[in-house]
């Protein structure tokens, strides 16, 4: 399993597709094996969902991500998670241990949809 986490230093970003970076964890047996951080390839409508699933990613944290993109990335079977803040590392521990707390999107799309699914 995959997954990816819009970052921005070493905190969770607002905003799915227009953050800095993802930072794309590897997890063997509910523990993550690799973290590899790459840059963000740009913000172009669908490219994203493809680009990710081509990586293996089945999962994607985030503060925030429109509506538009929340069905892109479903069409590939991939997970989302957003309304989440916190270091990075920490959000997908508590993820793992089935105790990440989220709540409402927090990028400018977030009156659209909600948050942990």
Known sequence: MKIAVATDGSMVAAHFGRC???????????KITDKVAIQNPGHEPGFLPEYLSKLGVTCVI??????????????????????????????VNSYLAGSLQCGPSLCEHGKHHKGCV
């Open 20 to 30: 800095p970076e993802y930072t794309i964890f590897t997890l063997d047996d509910g």
């Open 62 to 91: 985030a503060g925030g991500m429109g509506s538009k993109a929340q069905k892109l990335f479903a069409e590939k079977n991939i997970q989302i998670v957003t309304g989440v803040s916190g270091p990075v590392t920490e959000v």
